[in-house]
């Protein structure tokens, strides 16, 4: 059985930073692209970036510059690092791992960045 599970969200202030993490579990993990959207309640789903299985990385524009992924595949984990933080970056981060016809989400953590 598949389970992917996020953690570190919270609260924090505008500026500041917060690392997120997703582990992965049931899968050959390594096989996988892992990617990192996020969600505001009522609208859609957006990419914030992806670290391939080759560990090659693509952001969102939006996110370039300010957001880091990278993956360690001996914990079976991804990691979301989030820097200068904005209100605008409040939102349900979710991890999704890919691999050819696979397609598996995780329930995401929430994030909130106070104004």
């Known amino acids: 059985q598949v389970r992917i599970v996020e953690s570190g969200g919270g609260l924090v202030q505008p500026g500041n930073s917060l690392r997120l993490s997703c582990v992965v579990s049931?899968?050959?993990?390594?096989?996988?692209?892992m990617g990192w959207y996020r969600q505001v309640p009522g609208k859609p789903r957006e990419f914030v970036g992806v670290?391939?299985?080759?560990?090659?990385?693509n952001y969102a524009d939006s996110m370039k510059g300010r957001f880091t992924i990278s993956r360690d595949n001996a914990k079976n984990a991804v990691y979301l690092q989030m820097n200068s933080l904005k209100p605008e970056d409040t939102a349900v981060y979710s991890c999704?791992?890919?691999?050819?016809?696979?397609?598996?989400w995780g329930k995401g953590t929430l994030v909130t960045v106070l104004s």
């Open positions: 999704r791992a890919t691999w050819g016809f696979d397609d598996y």
């Open positions: 049931g899968v050959i993990f390594s096989r996988y692209d």
């Open positions: 670290v391939t299985n080759s560990g090659d990385t």
